[in-house]
């Protein structure tokens, strides 16, 4: 089991960067696999990006170029650099975890953080 936090976002203006921050309590963070997932009012779930156990990653076609993703074992982290924020970016980001291969597809993930809101003005 883990808990994750995510922390972080705020309001910027476009163009600007935001380096969002998960928390992970458990003690067999390193067997996860991580994601990044974000949901706009009245929107679906989306998929940002996921990074492996190996630190592998795959990104969204609407954050790669912009956004990264990397985690730290020792610091139990996972973290989403977004670059050149675009007023459609503006949603409730997550974090997700699972312990079965990394996916694109909300569902396959069984741990949620509570999320942290991303605001990007034009």
């Known amino acids: 089991q883990v808990q994750l936090v995510e922390s972080g976002g705020g309001l910027v203006q476009a163009g600007g960067s935001l380096r969002l921050s998960c928390a992970a309590s458990g003690r067999t963070f390193s067997n996860y696999a991580m994601a990044w997932f974000r949901q706009a009012p009245g929107k679906e779930r989306e998929f940002v990006g996921h990074?492996?156990?190996?630190?592998?990653?795959y990104y969204a076609d609407s954050a790669k170029g912009r956004f990264t993703i990397s985690r730290d074992n020792a610091k139990n982290a996972v973290y989403l650099q977004m670059n050149g924020l675009k007023p459609e970016d503006t949603a409730l980001y997550y974090c997700?975890?699972?312990?079965?291969?990394?996916?694109?597809?909300?569902?396959?993930?069984?741990?949620w953080g509570q999320g942290t809101q991303v605001t990007v003005s034009s």
């Open positions: 997700a975890a699972t312990t079965y291969w990394p996916s694109s597809r909300a569902d396959l993930y069984n741990y």
């Open positions: 990074i492996s156990r190996s630190s592998s990653t």
